[in-house]
T-cell receptor
Framework: GAVVSQHPSWVICKSGTSVKIECRSL??????MFWYRQFPKQSLMLMAT?????????EQGVEKDKFLINHASLTLSTLTVTSAHPEDSSFYIC???????????????FGDGTRLSIL | SQQGEEDPQALSIQEGENATMNCSYK?????LQWYRQNSGRGLVHLIL?????REKHSGRLRVTLDTSKKSSSLLITASRAADTASYFC??????????FGAGTRLFVKA
């Protein structure tokens, strides 16, 4: 089945550091990928829609300059948390739809998430 | 932003019992999906039900959809300890985005 690989799975870093998270579709192409954020015991909140070859679309309240998204190829999207602070600590999850089969009535494929802890 | 509400927020049952989770949403949808998440992991897709469908089965899972009430339910029959997880409904609306409900945390006691 379709696999989305997310890396790293876990990162701890000092306040002020920028952290890059990668999301790769391993066996399919994805023009569109999605980035979610999840706080403990809460649901997934959509942060942005990543579009290959164009600018990402951010949800209301999400800082574009804080969460930089790059979708340079059909199999890779990256989320960079710039100058991270403790309040950015969270679980970040990406997802993607297969361009060939992923129409409106197809589910998304999710990565295993990245747990980010900022000290 | 979240699309819907789920209830109960948490559910604890004995192995072998059935578990029912409900989801309500606010806007018109193309489809509704149910996902499962084990602690600290990504999401696993369980079932997708289209807006013109009323019921769908997959193994021990049964999903219903009532678009007039903007609600859906997920029934897990003969639950197992391994079913312990969080369950989320999600809807595709407003274009291509998938928006998640608040989730139900299910605990199945062996």
């Amino acid at each position: 089945g379709a696999v989305v690989s997310q890396h790293p799975s876990w990162v701890i870093c000092k306040s002020g550091t920028s952290v890059k998270i990668e999301c790769r579709s391993l066996d399919f192409q994805a023009t569109t990928m999605f980035w979610y954020r999840q706080f403990p015991k809460q649901s997934l909140m959509l942060m942005a829609t990543s579009n290959e070859g164009s600018k990402a679309t951010y949800e209301q309240g999400v800082e574009k300059d804080k969460f930089l998204i790059n979708h340079a190829s059909l199999t890779l999207s990256t989320l960079t948390v710039t100058s991270a602070h403790p309040e950015d600590s969270s679980f970040y999850i990406c997802s993607a739809r297969d361009d060939k089969t992923g129409g409106y009535n197809q589910p998304q494929h999710f990565g295993d998430g990245t747990r980010l802890s900022i000290l | 932003s979240q699309q819907g509400e789920e209830d109960p927020q948490a559910l604890s049952i004995q192995e072998g019992e059935n578990a029912t989770m409900n989801c309500s949403y606010k806007t018109s949808i193309n489809n509704l999906q149910w996902y499962r998440q084990n602690s600290g992991r990504g999401l696993v897709h369980l079932i997708l039900i289209r807006s013109n469908e009323r019921e769908k089965h997959s193994g021990r899972l049964r999903v219903t959809l009532d678009t007039s009430k903007k609600s859906s339910s997920l029934l897990i029959t003969a639950s197992r300890a391994a079913d312990t997880a969080s369950y989320f409904c999600a809807t595709d609306a407003r274009g291509f985005k998938t928006i998640f409900g608040a989730g139900t945390r299910l605990f199945v006691k062996a």
